[in-house]
């Protein structure tokens, strides 16, 4: 059986069951992500191919975003530094994955009960149906896979609170994709990675700064108001900890259906801790 609604508080159960928006909506709201449809869109999210986007013209270097953005990860991480990476706001899974290529031990964390059920799933079964909306209420049977090449036993999903990790000792890799501008406290989290990630260890930073103040505060924002640029607000903060070593843009897709999609485009920076 596939089924992970048991795994799930009551509460959790109850959010899920409501008609909601999709995950693509802004302002839809953190309870959002505790949907079966904000499940069934990330699995297609994450593990979705060239299928979730059937026009030609249509932008597929925006597809397997989260592969792509774990192999940089992969890619800058020295070979004595592969031991732990923290994957932080992990939701169903797909970049966990990834970094178990290149990483001894991977933990992902994330805040939804839902995302986290449904990547233990994948890491149990290396497989789940979901069904993709095509139009309205037509929707299709799909199905998310894990990379044969990925090491599911190295991987550890948990549910937690970005802003509040607790003790996790000292990490070679940390990462946070799409993740800053949806948390309540984004300087706490950055300020847990300075602590956390050991000497010669990367933080990879990839956000759309997409800030709503039904998710942050608009007195906790970092930057996005009065001319002041996000991404050097960050660069403020990391600076004096990190070394930058590439910045660059990383588009994203997720798909409401087949003739509405949400293309994004998220900075992404990789530092390297001094």
């Known amino acids: ?32 992500y505790e949907s079966e449809r904000a499940v069934e869109e990330y699995l297609q999210f994450h593990y979705g191919g060239e299928d979730c986007m ?12 989260a592969q792509r953005v774990g192999a940089i990860c992969g890619k800058f991480a020295d070979k004595e530094k592969r031991g732990i990476a923290y994957d932080i706001g992990c939701a169903v899974g797909g970049t966990s994955f990834e970094l178990s290529k290149y990483f001894d031990k991977v933990v992902g964390v994330d805040f939804s009960h ?11 079964k290396s497989e789940m149906p979901y069904k993709s909306t095509h139009i309205a209420d037509i929707r299709h049977q799909k199905k998310a896979t894990v990379d044969s090449e990925a090491n599911p036993d190295r991987i ?43 000497k010669g260890g990367i933080l990879v930073m990839v956000s759309p700064f997409s800030w709503l103040s039904e998710y942050t505060p608009r007195e906790k924002w970092i930057g996005g108001t ?5 991404a050097e607000e960050v660069s403020k903060i990391l600076s004096p900890h990190f070394d930058l070593l590439e910045r660059h843009d990383e588009p994203f897709l997720i798909r409401e259906h087949v003739r509405k999609f949400q293309y994004g485009v998220s900075d992404c920076t990789v530092w390297r801790r001094k």
């Open 54 to 65: 059937p026009y030609a013209f249509g932008p597929m270097e925006a597809l397997h975003f």
């Open 226 to 230: 009065d001319d002041s640029d996000s």
């Open 156 to 198: 550890t999903f948990k549910q937690g609170d970005a802003c509040n990790l607790g003790e996790i000792g000292q990490v070679d890799c940390m990462i946070a994709a799409n993740l800053l501008c949806r948390l309540p406290e984004p300087i706490k989290f950055l300020q847990k990675a300075i602590d956390s990630i050991s």
């Open 1 to 32: 059986s596939y089924s992970f609604c048991t795994l799930l508080p009551i509460s959790i159960l109850l959010i899920m069951a409501q008609q909601v928006r999709s995950t693509t909506a802004s302002g839809s709201g953190s309870a959002v």
């Open 114 to 124: 839902a995302f986290i059920a449904a990547a233990n799933t994948m890491k149990e």
